[in-house]
T-cell receptor, first 114, second 117 residues
Framework: GENVEQHPSTLSVQEGDSAVIKCTYS??????FPWYKQELGKRPQLIID?????GEKKDQRIAVTLNKTAKHFSLHITETQPEDSAVYFC?????????????FGRGTQLTVWP | GAVVSQHPSWVICKSGTSVKIECRSL??????MFWYRQFPKQSLMLMAT?????????EQGVEKDKFLINHASLTLSTLTVTSAHPEDSSFYIC?????????????FGPGTRLTVL
C-alpha cells in the first residue's frame, strides 16, 4: 500500500512568517492529495487539496505544490496568524481505488507565536 | 454541503459494556464510510472501511468481533465497541466519501470521545 511521510513533526514560527510542511508518498498511482487542519478535540478540516494533473494550487494564504516526478507535495502558509496554530495532516489517495482510502502522514504541530 | 454528523460526541461507560456510535451524511449519499481511531498527538489510524450493504473491510490488527460496523443505508454507518475496556478509550472519527465522486474526497464527522472506566 501507499506510505506517506510528513516533516517536520513540529514547527514553530513567528506571526507573519511563512510555514512549509512537506510530504512524500511512495505509490506513483496516487492522484489526490488533500491537506487537513485539526484543532484540539475537533474534526480534521479540509483546507486545500491538489489533484495529480495540477502542479500548484493556491487559496489566499495557503498553497500546495506537487512534484509527481519526485513524489512529494508541500503545504505553504504565508503571513501566518496565531489562529493557524493546529495539527496539519497530509494524505494521499490511489487512482482507481474503489474504496477511496486516504493514507495519512503523521501530522505536523504548527505553533504560531504572536 | 457535505456535512457529516456523529453521535454521541462523547460517552463514558463502564468496562464490559457496549457502546454504539452513529455516523451520518446529512446532505449527500455516501457509498463508503471510514472509521478512524486517534490517540492524543497521533495521526488518524484507519480501523475499517464500510460499504453500504456489504461487510466492512477491517485493517490488520483490528478485531472485527470487537468493533462491529454496520452500514445499513447510504447515509448511516454505525460502529459498536463491544465489551469495552479502558484501553479502548480514544477519539473515534468517521468520514464519508460521496457517491459518484471521481476523486477520493472525504468529509469528516466531529468525532466521539470514548472513555471507558
Amino acid at each position: 500500500g501507499e506510505n506517506v511521510e510528513q516533516h517536520p513533526s513540529t514547527l514553530s514560527v513567528q506571526e507573519g512568517d511563512s510555514a512549509v510542511i512537506k510530504c512524500t508518498y511512495s505509490d506513483s498511482a496516487s492522484n489526490y492529495f488533500p491537506w487537513y487542519k485539526q484543532e484540539l478535540g475537533k474534526r480534521p478540516q479540509l483546507i486545500i487539496d491538489i489533484r495529480s494533473n495540477v502542479g500548484e494550487k493556491k487559496d489566499q494564504r495557503i498553497a500546495v505544490t506537487l512534484n509527481k516526478t519526485a513524489k512529494h507535495f508541500s503545504l505553504h502558509i504565508t503571513e501566518t496568524q496565531p489562529e493557524d496554530s493546529a495539527v496539519y495532516f497530509c494524505a494521499a489517495s490511489l487512482r482507481g481505488s474503489t474504496l477511496g482510502r486516504l493514507y495519512f502522514g503523521r501530522g505536523t504541530q504548527l505553533t504560531v507565536w504572536p | 454541503g457535505a456535512v457529516v454528523s456523529q453521535h454521541p460526541s462523547w460517552v463514558i461507560c463502564k468496562s464490559g459494556t457496549s457502546v454504539k456510535i452513529e455516523c451520518r451524511s446529512l446532505d449527500f449519499q455516501a457509498t463508503t464510510m471510514f472509521w478512524y481511531r486517534q490517540f492524543p498527538k497521533q495521526s488518524l489510524m484507519l480501523m475499517a472501511t464500510s460499504n453500504e450493504g456489504s461487510k466492512a473491510t477491517y485493517e490488520q490488527g483490528v478485531e472485527k468481533d470487537k468493533f462491529l460496523i454496520n452500514h445499513a443505508s447510504l447515509t448511516l454507518s454505525t460502529l459498536t465497541v463491544t465489551s469495552a475496556h479502558p484501553e479502548d478509550s480514544s477519539f473515534y472519527i468517521c468520514s464519508a466519501r460521496a457517491t459518484g465522486g471521481s476523486y477520493n474526497e472525504q468529509f469528516f464527522g466531529p468525532g466521539t470521545r470514548l472513555t471507558v472506566l
